[in-house]
């Protein structure tokens, strides 16, 4: 007799899901086909990693605060870099989920198919959404900080600013919350990429209550995961930064002489598993929209009349 487990496997990807399950077959997803996904990763994860470590490397050197301009240029060539990778990865992800949506072996995916069209078109999407978002998250930042710097004379206007600067941030999640779909619809849904994202974030207003149970499981899920995997490299940064620290400050440095080169490549490891860490962030919110969707089409086909 087959577990349930099995019969979980075993259904569509366009199926009804609840939250819990929409969790399990994501996680599934990865680990199911984990050395293969990796494998077919690396060209968009290697590049990512080393960017990645690298901007958390520099942003630890303080040596590199005494010429402001010359930091400024390397985290932003780095901060820009990172940005079009992460486009990438997003991009790679989907066209995982397309080819499990179209019910292929992703055993039998090659290096080559997973690279060819509509990959390109997959990231160029993911990375005008995940601008939108940068813009929208950037406005609330700017407000909340306005918020909490504005003059208070007084403890009642510091209790009004940091009121306002709490009501500011809950908005900013009520409206984040929704557009938990609408990535997965710009990928995955049809029509233009404008059209998609709207419709993906109206329908996320209509589910998010599903939307928030599901993102509060998976930030925790990954928050832990991440805290366990990137300690390593906190320890090394702050090492790094102390270190810099003491040498503008004219002091000796008594760190080993390979330092430096154990720091990076502990960063460059703790950014990998980072980087194969979130799709988890991914995959259980790509099953939740097909789950929605699926669950959308039968009510409307249960209201077409009978002939």
């Known amino acids: 007799m087959k577990s349930e487990n099995d019969n979980q496997k075993e259904l569509p990807f366009y199926s009804y899901r609840n939250v819990s399950k929409c969790l399990s077959a994501g996680i599934s997803f990865l680990t199911d086909n984990f050395l293969h996904l990796i494998k077919l990763s690396l060209p968009v994860t290697i590049p990512f990693t080393l960017v990645f470590a690298a901007s958390i490397y520099l942003s630890s050197d303080a040596t590199l605060f005494a010429d402001p301009m010359n930091l400024w240029m390397s985290e932003g060539v780095l901060t820009f870099l990172l940005l079009l990778l992460s486009a990438a990865f997003v991009g790679f992800i989907y066209n995982m989920v397309r080819f499990k949506s179209e019910d292929i072996d992703l055993k039998t995916v090659q290096m080559k198919d997973s690279y ?52 500011l941030f809950l908005i900013m999640i009520a409206v984040f919350i929704p557009s938990g779909f609408c990535l997965p619809n710009v990928e995955l849904g049809e029509g233009t990429l404008m059209s998609k994202f709207w419709k993906g974030y109206k329908v996320g207003w209509k589910k998010w209550g599903k939307l928030f149970a599901l993102s509060l499981l998976v930030s925790i899920i990954v928050g ?19 270190a810099s620290l003491s ?23 703790s950014a990998f598993l980072l980087t194969i860490v979130t799709w988890i962030q991914y995959l259980p919110l790509a099953y939740l929209y097909a789950s929605v969707k699926e669950d959308m089409e039968q009510e409307e086909k249960s209201k077409i009349p009978m002939i």
């Open 116 to 167: 060819k069209q509509p990959f390109f078109k997959l990231t160029v999407n993911a990375l005008i959404v995940t601008l939108i978002f940068i813009v929208v998250a950037g406005g609330f930042g700017y407000l909340m900080m306005k918020s909490m710097l504005r003059e208070a004379h007084g403890m009642a206007e510091v209790g009004e600013n940091i009121a306002i600067t709490s009501l």
């Open 224 to 242: 832990i995961i991440s805290l366990l995997l990137v300690s390593p490299a906190i320890v090394i940064t702050l090492l790094q930064r102390n």
């Open 247 to 269: 040498l503008l400050e004219g002091d000796a440095v008594n760190l080993p002489s390979l330092f430096p080169l154990w720091a990076v490549l502990i960063l460059i490891i």
